[in-house]
């Protein structure tokens, strides 16, 4: 692959979108390399955590404007352009295990959508969001009018897509965009951390998890207990389930062990 660099060790694979000579933007060739890539993840069942993070100090720019520019669209290549994003935000979100979004520097626009549709996501202290689709006359994409209400409420959501406005690593973590703040050079160590835990976690409680939570806020009681009770059975008769009722019967550690967060500085 020419504009991402991917790895795979110990059940975590590191997607990092390598083009920096433009800031890491989703223009064509990164696009069609990035839907290949989830679509090859998807189908690998040794995969069981996945990293996606950016190099050179930016997790990705957005769009690829410049080309943008160079060569307007048509409605119907819009669309189709769109139906390509499609395929990469549906393969993400929908992937039936955890995924981590490592950001350091700018995720803005379609960046910014991208790491939205992670299961977690670590800021380095320089990182910065923002929904800058208004500043050149789009709307939000790769799914952002979906997940950016989920993670910080509907007015918020109106706010950062109208104003278009930066918002900080320390932000982010109080908006609830980020789950930790962490020095640049911590941050993939700790993805790492995090990647390697969830990978040794059940693999099949982690997708019902998963899949459940995803359709939470547009479902109701009854059909979350339909989807726990269903759920359960599947994790509570898999391998991972009945070794960790012998481990806690026998008085030994867990297989699974959740990372402790590293020390602030002072």
Same mark, same amino acid.
């Not at 402790?260 to 002072?266: Q, R, Y």
């Given at each position: 692959?020419?504009?991402?660099?991917?790895?795979?060790?110990?059940?975590?694979?590191?997607?990092?979108?390598?083009?920096?000579?433009?800031?890491?933007?989703?223009?064509?060739?990164?696009?069609?390399?990035?839907?290949?890539?989830?679509?090859q993840?998807?189908?690998?069942?040794?995969?069981?955590?996945?990293?996606?993070?950016g190099?050179?100090?930016?997790?990705?720019?957005?769009?690829?404007?410049?080309?943008?520019?160079?060569?307007?669209?048509?409605?119907?290549?819009?669309?189709?352009?769109?139906?390509?994003?499609?395929?990469?935000?549906?393969?993400?979100?929908?992937?039936?295990?955890?995924?981590?979004?490592?950001?350091?520097?700018?995720?803005?626009?379609?960046? $910014?959508?991208?790491?939205?549709?992670?299961?977690?996501?670590?800021?380095?202290?320089?990182?910065?969001?923002?929904?800058? $689709?208004s500043?050149?006359?789009?709307?939000?994409?790769?799914?952002?009018?979906?997940?950016?209400?989920?993670?910080?409420?509907?007015?918020?959501?109106?706010?950062?897509?109208?104003?278009?406005?930066?918002?900080?690593?320390?932000?982010?973590?109080?908006?609830?965009?980020?789950?930790?703040?962490?020095?640049?050079?911590?941050l993939?160590?700790?993805?790492?951390?995090?990647?390697?835990?969830?990978?040794?976690?059940?693999?099949?409680?982690?997708?019902?998890?998963?899949?459940?939570?995803?359709?939470?806020?547009g479902?109701?009681?009854?059909?979350?207990?339909?989807?726990?009770?269903?759920?359960?059975?599947?994790?509570?008769?898999?391998?991972?389930?009945?070794?960790? $009722?012998?481990?806690?019967?026998?008085?030994?550690?867990?297989?699974?062990?959740?990372p402790?967060?590293?020390?602030?500085?002072?």
């Open positions: 692959m020419e504009t991402i660099e991917y790895t795979c060790a110990d059940g975590v694979a590191t997607i990092a979108l390598n083009r920096p000579e433009a800031r890491n933007a989703l223009g064509a060739p990164v696009v069609a390399e990035l839907d290949a890539l989830l679509g993840i998807t189908r690998d069942d040794t995969v069981r955590a996945v990293i996606l993070t190099r050179g100090g930016v997790f990705c720019a957005g769009g690829d404007v410049r080309s943008m520019h160079a060569a307007p669209r048509s409605a119907q290549t819009w669309r189709a352009g769109m139906r390509r994003a499609h395929r990469i935000v549906r393969a993400l979100h929908g992937l039936d295990r955890p995924v981590i979004a490592a950001v350091d520097g700018a995720a803005f626009g379609a960046g $910014f959508s991208l790491a939205l549709l992670a299961d977690i996501v670590l800021v380095s202290t320089r990182a910065r969001f923002c929904m800058a $689709f500043r050149v006359g789009l709307v939000p994409d790769y799914g952002a009018m979906y997940t950016l209400p989920r993670s910080v409420g509907l007015q918020r959501a109106k706010e950062l897509i109208f104003s278009a406005r930066e918002v900080g690593a320390e932000e982010a973590v109080a908006l609830g965009l980020a789950l930790e703040m962490l020095e640049p050079q911590a993939m160590d700790r993805a790492k951390a995090l990647a390697l835990s969830l990978a040794g976690a059940s693999a099949e409680a982690l997708a019902v998890a998963k899949d459940g939570l995803q359709a939470s806020l479902s109701d009681l009854e059909t979350m207990l339909q989807i726990e009770a269903s759920g359960q059975g599947i994790a509570g008769t898999a391998e991972h389930a009945l070794d960790a $009722f012998g481990r806690f019967a026998r008085k030994e550690p867990p297989r699974f062990q959740w402790a967060a590293p020390a602030a500085k002072g």
